[in-house]
């Protein structure tokens, strides 16, 4: 196991994110070659809902992995992970925390799973990664632009590696696709379409219910950085998502943080994003400075019928690529599309078949890199560039109006008001 230094857990309620000076820490800290190639990376998990579990699932699975804490605001779930674990390794050993930040102060773990609800994704990274722990966060990343860039920042000031959770860039179709696109298989690239949920704004609040005891359920720290709204048992089930409060970006990253971040690495853009976003009726149209256009395509039915533009066989999360000599479609069931037979005989050659929402390859990735200290293939700066864009392609359609990003500075040309929307005042829940 790492050794490390961690902060206590009165050190993390005194200190604010968003002014936190950078940290000096010691060379163990920073993991520079800390865990030998035939040792066990002692995992933390932070959020253990359904999304948790499964990733959770897929980690044990891990032979060098060692998962000895779960962390969670719900007794239920807390409970549930444990069993899980226990189960899995024939012990009683792993430990539960009702505080995430407990579980940062250990020592003895190395990188931590974040898989809490979207609000609490940036602020649990960040404090996770001062407190010396590598980081495995789902997604969205970050619910505004402005936390994707701190997240990034924080992670290059602490030395940590980290891997957003878009899975897909380590599933073989997908990655396929995008070699196919790279290689100029099909002819130069021009456009993309990226599958998106319609988006809402929904503001409203569910009716206020009597708190449940702080061990039962803790309401403070369940909605940590997101503003207050009375206790509702819905919110806790899972049905907090699609409330503007807790969600990001109009709801579009709950697949554009997987099918733009795809779009982003096919088209090489993986340090920049696009320059002009604007909303066109039933979807957002996004040009890049090489002049290839990026459709985000709204689906109002994602799991059902996809329409005219997409091929519903292939299962959720489509995109497609398409270059002046061709074009090829690919999802989440693992099978492509192509527009002739000398490419569809390049896809079927070298293309396994893995669902599009399987992890482990995502996960042997991360804790690779956790011992090599080399680069995640979702690290920090991959992840801030393609949630930046979607977060732009959302006050596109919010605001109605084109928006145009300078990709260095991420912030937009002559609009203030797009760009007071970049970032979100965070509550105190200290």
């Known amino acids: ?48 809902g ?28 807390r409970d549930a992970g444990k069993a899980l674990v226990d189960k899995h390794y024939g012990t009683a050993d ?27 994704h940036a602020d649990a990274s960040m404090l996770a990664a001062r407190a010396g722990k590598d980081v495995y966060s789902e997604k969205p990343c970050g619910l505004t632009i402005r936390l994707c860039q701190q997240l990034e920042a924080t992670i290059q000031e602490t030395g940590r590696v980290f891997q957003a959770g878009t899975q897909r860039r380590s599933v073989p179709n997908f990655v396929r696709a995008v070699e196919m696109a790279q290689s100029g298989k099909l002819g ?3 456009t993309m379409f990226a599958s998106v949920y319609m988006p809402s704004l929904d503001i ?18 369940w909605l940590g950085p997101a503003p207050w709204r009375p206790y509702n048992h819905e919110y806790v089930t899972g049905k907090w998502r699609g409330y503007s409060d807790f969600d990001s970006g109009a709801r579009l990253l709950d697949w554009a943080a997987h099918t733009v971040d795809l779009c982003q690495w096919a088209n090489q853009a993986d340090s920049t994003t696009p320059v002009t976003f604007e909303p066109t009726g039933n979807g957002i149209t996004c040009m890049y400075d090489n002049g290839v256009k990026l459709i985000l ?19 959720t999360c489509p995109v497609r690529f398409v270059g002046d000599e061709g074009w090829l479609e690919t ?6 599309e192509v527009s002739s037979e000398s490419l569809r005989r390049e896809i079927h050659a070298k293309t396994t078949k893995v ?15 956790v011992k090599s200290r080399q680069s995640t293939v979702a690290n920090a700066a991959v992840m801030r560039n393609s949630h930046v864009a979607c977060h732009a392609a959302a006050l596109s359609w919010i605001l109605k109006r084109k928006l145009t990003l300078d990709p260095a500075s991420q912030t937009f040309v002559n609009d203030d008001e797009a760009n007071r929307l970049r970032s979100r005042l965070s509550r105190t829940w200290t």
């Open 204 to 221: 409203s609040w569910l009716p206020g219910e009597q708190e449940p005891s702080k061990q039962k359920c803790d309401w403070n720290m």
């Open 50 to 77: 359904p999304r948790g579990t499964y990733d959770l699932q897929a980690m044990l699975g891990l032979a060098d992995v060692q998962c000895v804490a779960i962390a969670d605001v719900q007794a239920s779930r």
């Open 297 to 315: 395509d709204f689906l109002a039915t994602p799991f059902g019928d996809r329409g005219p533009n997409w091929i519903t066989k292939l299962g």
């Open 331 to 336: 999802g989440d069931n693992g099978g492509t």
């Open 94 to 120: 792993c430990k539960l925390y009702g505080d995430f930040r407990e579980l940062l102060d250990r020592p003895d773990i190395d990188a931590v799973l974040i898989a809490t609800g979207d609000r609490w």
């Open 1 to 48: 196991m790492i050794k490390k230094q961690g902060k206590t857990r009165r050190q993390f309620l005194g200190t604010s994110l968003a002014v936190a000076a950078p940290m000096v820490l010691p060379a163990h800290v920073m993991g520079r070659g800390a865990i030998a190639p035939g040792e066990k990376v002692s995992l933390g998990v932070i959020g253990i």
């Open 188 to 190: 130069k690239l021009h």
């Open 355 to 369: 669902s599009g929402l399987d992890v482990t390859a995502h996960a042997r990735n991360f804790f690779d890199c």
